[in-house]
């Protein structure tokens, strides 16, 4: 009889869904009540599309929904995605502080909330965000600044 002892060099890493943020010059860490999605479909007009969304609490109680996609891709691209953007991608940003709410995919393609994607594997999504968020279409109005976005999602 043989034996075969699986030796491995590294410990396996373990990964959390994360998304931190400055939002008006204060940095924030969105990690209560985390969730966090990321899938492949075809809609009802077979377009593929690939996207993810991260949803999560801070400690204050402040609500950031983080989502961003590709049409006609059946996988996730190494990219930038912006809201205001062409009709092959999108981006968005949901800030929710204590009741009222501002969105990203109210921003013009001069003035877009913007995801990049900078890795992207079967396991794991990374990448930075940052723009400004509106509470209507009407971008004249005073946005909260969303800088130094960066998230992780875990893909199981």
Request: a negative charge; charged letters at 15%; proline letters at 3%.
């Amino acid at each position: 009889m043989f034996s075969c002892k699986k030796s491995t060099s590294s410990t396996p890493q373990v990964v959390t869904t994360t998304m931190t943020a400055t939002i008006d010059g204060v940095s924030d860490t969105f990690n209560i009540d985390t969730y966090a999605y990321s899938e492949f479909y075809v809609n009802s007009d077979s377009v593929h599309i690939s996207d993810f969304s991260i949803q999560a609490d801070d400690p204050a109680g402040d609500y950031f929904d983080l989502e961003a996609g590709a049409y006609k891709s059946d996988k996730f691209l190494v990219k930038t995605y912006h809201s205001g953007g062409d009709s092959t991608t999108y981006a968005s940003g949901y800030l929710e502080p204590n009741g009222g709410g501002y969105f990203g995919d109210y921003n013009t393609a001069n003035n877009p909330f913007i995801v990049t994607v900078t890795s992207a594997t079967s396991s794991l999504i990374q990448g930075t965000f940052s723009g400004p968020l509106y509470t209507s279409e009407d971008s004249t109005q005073t946005a909260k600044i969303v800088t130094n976005g960066k998230f992780t999602l875990s893909r199981l």
